[in-house]
């Protein structure tokens, strides 16, 4: 498997993605928003795109659909609940879905509401397994809930599913904004010496250039995964006086995102 990261350079910080098998050259792309350089890129590799994969139904992530399927003949796959949000699906996916592409990539669709209530991400399998992530999971952030979502769910997902998926799974995020959460993490967490260390070390980074981490780093530096650490508790408590001393984790997730909203 071969994962080609695109950066269109939008206002909104997108990425693209095509997932590719090596030994045939068959190609899936992930919410490829900005058709001519998906194309582009796949024609100067010479892969053959057959899938359009939609994380959710915003237009930053669909809107160059219509264009990559008059060029290949790609089917559209999306959540199912998204299927009247996106025109032109050909394949509603539900949790636990798997996709194959050529001969070698086996993805499997998870159902993983918040940023949208039909949002889902894609699980490479394989010997190094890779996420896309989509708005749910950014690198040392979480989506936001504006536009239909909802905090709570966002929670479970961060708990339920991503946090479970191994501690190596690359984290392929839908846009870059890591300098940026970076920063968030250090408002809730001045001593978190990681995190403090990669935002220096990145000042200067261009998005194309930016890392792609797993899962145990975002364990170490994002603060939507660090929900139990009594400084960020006890930060919290001062912007949220109501907070109990103890808090459940879902309360420190959904205040959290409610700080973010605001920062």
Excluded at 115 to 141: M, Y
């Amino acid at each position: 498997m071969h994962i080609e990261r695109i950066w269109p350079d939008t206002s909104l910080r997108n990425y693209h993605y095509l997932i590719v098998c090596r030994e045939t050259g068959e190609a899936l792309a992930v919410d490829p928003c900005d058709a001519a350089l998906v194309l582009k890129t796949a024609r100067t590799h010479g892969w053959n795109i057959r899938y359009i994969f939609n994380t959710h139904h915003h237009h930053d992530h669909v809107g160059g659909n219509e264009a990559v399927r008059a060029a290949t003949g790609a089917k559209v796959l999306a959540h199912a609940g998204a299927a009247s949000l996106i025109q032109g699906v050909d394949r509603g996916l539900a949790d636990g879905d798997i996709i194959r592409v050529g001969r070698s990539v086996e993805l499997e669709s998870l159902d993983t509401p918040g940023h949208t209530f039909s949002h889902v991400c894609l699980l490479a399998h394989a010997e190094q397994p890779a996420l896309f992530s989509g708005d749910t999971l950014f690198n040392a952030g979480a989506g936001n809930c504006h536009q239909g979502g909802d905090a709570g769910a966002l929670y479970e997902s961060f708990a339920n599913r991503l946090s479970r998926l191994p501690d190596h799974t690359l984290v392929h995020a839908g846009h870059d904004y890591l300098l940026n959460n970076l920063g968030f993490t250090l408002s809730r967490e001045p001593d978190n010496q990681v995190a403090g260390e990669l935002h220096g070390a990145l000042a200067d980074t261009a998005a194309l250039d930016m890392p792609v981490m797993s899962l145990a780093q975002e364990k170490r530096y994002n603060t939507f995964f660090r929900l139990q650490n009594p400084v960020i508790i006890a930060g919290l408590r001062e912007k949220f006086p109501q907070l109990p001393e103890q808090p459940t984790p879902r309360e420190v997730f959904i205040h959290l995102r409610q700080l973010r909203n605001q920062w």
